[in-house]
């Protein structure tokens, strides 16, 4: 359990928390969410003991066990897979004391460090480290490659699986979706919702955050509030606290118009029906969500394209890939205006390559790539940061695609993503990896696309910027081909899904929730064939083993609630009497007042006395439950 008691936090003289009081308990899910600089990574750095409180009590109970993601990875090499086991360190503690033991010939301690290795599951570590690194994207030949071959955003993922290895009560994940796709998410989501100790998640991706969290710590105004409930159900509850409907109901007539219009045009198709089923479930969601981003500092719209032309983009037959080895065999496409595609597939299956070969950047192996009259294409891809000038600034960038525009028409645009002023001005290269990709996208809307091609554009980006993407989007009048992990993007601006594997790319026949079931689906059969084969004797010796640790572990557990229960039935039958006496009308007189005043207090001390109890009540049950369904 963490408690914070009136804490206060600094950044230099920047106050980031002011008096926040809060209580993280075991078992909970906890969502941090903020505008960028609020303080959200602070708040971790605070519980890593890398920052401390200005002013205010931080109470960590002794002994947990914290595990989080790494920011930097050594370039070693070291196999991969034990790179990740690392994250276990009593595990390594354990096979090291065992290596000495052995070289002593110590019998002894040979035995007992075997019984230990047998609790913490050291002889299916190997087993669990490769599921973690398979869930994660890492095909069977990957896990033994050296850390040092892995790119930048590979060795993220080694960092989160090492910190998943990690046996812990306390595991704190800082935008753990960004450099994983819309597979890997899916897994993790899985994973994590069966984590039993406390997790803390700064998280930009909504419906991440609505799958695992059960609660979300939102930091505004220098203060810290914990909400119960998932995001949409913190959004519900924010909403509530905000006064500006106005402007929240007509953004929200605005994509419920959208979504809408879809539904009535294409529910009664069966091809269009589970499409048109997910934007019914936004319908039913958008009249609580859409006030929680009344103060969003970012508005823009995707200027209407010049010219269109019909088709816009045909590919025949088309193989694409790289030098004379195909990725993806006869792709057959038509883009025409107002078409909407969404993009699914694992890591490496090829959706960034037929990007690519949509953009023109690649050119056709094989088949015919043919382009409308007047085609536009708008590309944005992870690369396409890089080409920015550091030196520059972002109204520079602007000014240099259309130097003749007036410049306060200029700064009016770049005000809609967010820079005013002199962050206009300002150079490029100390920027955030979310300020940089808002200017890319914001020079990509400038030039007026008639053909969208955007691959990962949420990344880096928060909750804020994502929303008013999503709006964008909806009014865009050109053709749009989006990748993303992000699903709340992908449900409110793909009107079709296509599926990009094993070297096809095709329509897919249903929506996000149904890709979700197919792939636990794959998942569970894989778990299935590389479980190693049991004896029905070695199976029912672990069932006994299984059996006889619960049971040693379940009794002293039924003992403390035992004890809880009789605590409660002590402290509530106090309360009873406390109230009783407060109740008399004699009390009231002017000779016992003295007497009214200590009642009151003791009645407060039982309360807080009885809350406790009961919280401890509930968490050695949920113990006892864990302990019934676990093995």
């Known amino acids: ?311 816009m983009l045909n590919l025949d037959g088309v193989d694409a890939g790289y030098g004379a080895v195909a990725v993806l065999r006869n792709i057959r496409m038509t883009l025409r205006p107002g078409t909407r595609l969404g993009l699914l597939g694992r890591n490496g299956a090829g959706k960034s390559t037929m990007m690519k070969l949509l953009a023109g950047v690649l050119a056709p192996l094989a088949g015919q790539r043919v382009e409308g009259k007047g085609l536009q294409i708008g590309y944005f891809a992870q690369h396409q940061l890089e080409q920015l000038r550091p030196d520059e600034s972002a109204l520079w960038h602007l000014t240099r695609l259309s130097p003749k525009t007036r410049e306060q028409e200029l700064r009016d645009f770049i005000g809609g993503f967010n820079f005013h002023g002199d962050q206009a001005t300002e150079p490029v290269g100390p920027m955030s990896g979310g300020e940089k990709s808002r200017l890319a996208l914001a020079l990509i809307v400038w030039q007026r696309p008639n053909l969208l091609l955007l691959d990962e554009p949420t990344n880096h980006l928060d909750l804020e910027m994502r929303y008013a993407l999503t709006l964008g989007l909806q009014d865009y009048e050109g053709a749009l081909v989006l990748v993303s992990h992000d699903r709340s993007l992908l449900r409110a601006s793909a009107d079709e899904l296509w599926l990009v594997d094993e070297g096809m790319v095709a329509p897919y026949d249903g929506d996000l929730e149904d890709y979700a079931r197919r792939l636990r689906a794959k998942e569970q059969t894989q778990a299935a064939i590389a479980e190693p084969a049991v004896s029905r004797k070695e199976q029912k010796r672990l069932e006994a083993e299984a059996r006889n640790r619960r049971f040693a572990e379940r009794k002293p557990l039924e003992a403390r609630i035992k004890s809880a229960e009789k605590e409660i039935e002590t402290l509530g039958a106090e309360r009873l009497r406390l109230e009783k006496m407060i109740a008399a009308p004699d009390m009231y007189g002017e000779t016992r007042k003295d007497d009214l005043k200590r009642c009151l207090l003791e009645q407060a001390q039982v309360m807080k006395n009885l809350q406790r109890a009961e919280e401890r009540w509930l968490a050695l049950s949920a113990e006892i439950e864990a302990l019934a369904t676990s093995g």
């Open 1 to 311: 359990m963490i408690v914070l008691r009136t804490l206060q936090l600094r950044r230099g003289v920047k106050v980031l928390f002011e008096d926040a009081s809060l209580t993280f308990n075991r078992g909970q899910k906890i969502g941090v969410t903020g505008a960028n600089g609020t303080g959200k990574s602070s708040l971790f750095a605070l519980l890593l003991g890398e920052l401390h409180q200005d002013a205010g009590d931080l109470e960590i109970q002794p002994g947990l066990v914290v595990a989080h993601v790494a920011q930097e990875t050594p370039s070693t090499d070291q196999p991969a897979i034990e790179y990740v086991l690392d994250g276990d360190a009593e595990l390594r503690q354990l096979e090291g004391d065992l290596a000495g033991a052995e070289r002593a010939h110590n019998g002894t301690r040979i035995a007992e460090l075997h019984e230990d290795l047998h609790r913490v599951g050291g002889y299916a570590a190997r087993a669990r480290a490769a599921q973690l690194m398979h869930g994660l994207g890492f095909d069977d030949p990957e896990i033994d490659r050296p850390v040092e071959q892995f790119s930048g955003g590979w060795r993220v993922r080694l960092n989160l699986a090492r910190a998943l290895m990690c046996r812990s009560d306390l595991l704190l994940l800082d935008e753990p979706t960004n450099h994983l796709d819309l597979d890997a998410i899916i897994w993790l989501e899985q994973w994590l919702s069966g984590y039993p100790g406390t997790l803390l998640m700064i998280s930009h991706d909504r419906e991440f955050l609505d799958t695992v969290a059960n609660a979300i710590c939102h930091i505004e105004g220098q203060r810290l509030r914990l909400y119960a409930g998932n995001y949409s159900a913190f959004e519900t509850q924010r909403a509530a606290q905000l006064s500006q409907q106005q402007a929240t109901y007509l953004k929200q007539q605005r994509e419920i118009a959208h979504l809408q219009s879809f539904v009535d045009r294409f529910k009664a198709q069966a091809t269009k029906a589970r499409q048109a089923q997910s934007r019914i479930k936004a319908l039913a969601r958008m009249e609580k969500i859409a006030a929680a981003h009344v103060d969003t500092p970012f508005e823009f719209a995707f200027r209407k394209p010049a010219v269109q032309s019909d088709p």
